[in-house]
């Protein structure tokens, strides 16, 4: 597809910029300099400097032997892996599933939970609190709020039905059913919080982090997008409620793209019309967002590199509030498309409300 040089369209050339998870980020598909690069100098005095996770040469501080984590989203993809690096520190493992039975000879128990249905956050919540586990620990030590799905699809709705629908679904599934499990599971932190260690961690995305701005891809990931950056607020908002008289500590982990099966065939929450193998119906321009999207998660980072970063964050004895899963180092800043998420920060540094602007000091 030919894209256009002008003014509304330079971040077009990013296409599909913050698209993955699970997450869904920055891509620079075409691999082009926007043109204001090279003669425009950017309008502040900073560069974005992400923190980087996991970070080579780390050394545990807190050995996790013995602890009880409930991991959402773990049948597979970073979820599985989280959960298979965990066991590897002797930790019980509880994970969820909307399909548990799908998953024979699972790795670790998994519980049935279907986020945007309120009744089934409430059976998983009776049936995680009266696992052996939990009871032989009293309390739950770790949370990791992990389950999501991709939403894919423009922002003028083509079916008006499953537009609606789709975004009410992807607002349920990536913020909303997050914030009910985790509420009802705090007490049951808060009870081995008295040990002196509790932690919630939030998958979230660095496509938290961007805001658009009129780029092709993060128009057709646009639910994905604002639903990514209403959970990095709230787990924000509760980790700092939370460090005043209480042992929990929250972070968020923004993964740039890691090599899942989110993009795959009816996998995600489609917002347009597609076919039964998910693929687009009549709409090019959507089909070579999709091909682009499924191929950017297919070369992603290992979920077992991933994993690393949220075993590091729990064995931290003061964990970073934010971080991001990837590197700048290769092969994994190719990987996880990191010269793009830098691309991306520059632009939504320049759109924002709050810009940060070159020039003295002022007194």
């Known amino acids: ?73 773990a049948s597979r993809g970073i979820g599985l892996a989280v959960g298979l690096a965990l066991q590897a520190q002797a930790v ?27 009744a089934s956050i409430q059976a998983f919540v009776a049936a995680v609190l009266t696992r052996p586990e939990v009871q032989g620990t009293g309390g739950i030590d770790i949370l990791v709020n992990n389950a999501g799905r991709s939403v894919v699809g423009g922002v003028v709705p083509v079916d008006a039905n499953l537009y609606f629908t789709g975004i009410q679904t992807g607002l349920a599934t990536i913020y909303g059913g997050h914030v009910a499990v985790t509420s009802s599971l705090l007490q049951a932190l808060a009870a081995r919080s008295a040990t002196g260690y509790a932690r919630i961690l939030f998958t979230t995305s660095v496509q938290a982090y961007t805001d658009g701005g009129g780029d092709l891809g993060l128009t057709y990931g646009h639910n994905y997008t604002s639903s990514k950056r209403a959970l990095l607020a709230y787990a924000n908002g509760l980790r700092i409620i939370l460090a005043s008289g209480s042992a929990i500590k929250v972070s968020t982990l923004n993964p740039l793209w890691v090599h899942t099966d989110l993009a795959s065939g009816t996998r995600p929450i489609f917002l347009q019309p597609v076919d039964a193998n998910g693929n687009a119906i009549n709409d090019q321009t959507f089909q070579s967002v999709l091909d682009a999207f499924r191929a950017r998660v297919a070369n992603g980072l290992p979920t077992s590199y991933a994993a690393q970063a949220y075993v590091q964050l729990l064995t931290a004895t003061n964990p970073e509030a934010n971080v991001v899963v990837g590197s700048d180092v290769e092969p994994y800043a190719s990987q996880g498309g990191t010269s793009s998420l830098i691309t991306v920060l520059n632009d939504e540094m320049r759109q924002s409300a709050v810009p940060w602007l070159a020039g003295p000091k002022k007194v």
């Open 1 to 73: 597809m030919k894209m256009k040089k002008n003014g509304h369209s330079e971040s077009r050339r990013h296409f599909l910029a913050g698209m993955a998870s699970s997450g869904i980020v920055a891509t620079g598909l075409f691999n082009e300099t926007p043109a204001h690069a090279s003669t425009t100098p950017p309008p502040f005095e900073v560069r974005p400097a992400p923190k980087f996770y996991p970070k080579p040469g780390y050394v545990p501080a807190i050995t996790l032997a013995g602890k009880v984590a409930v991991i959402t989203g």
């Open 92 to 118: 019980q493992v509880i994970g969820t599933s909307r399909t548990p039975a799908a998953y024979p000879g699972h790795p670790f128990p998994l519980l049935s939970l279907d986020l945007v249905n309120p």
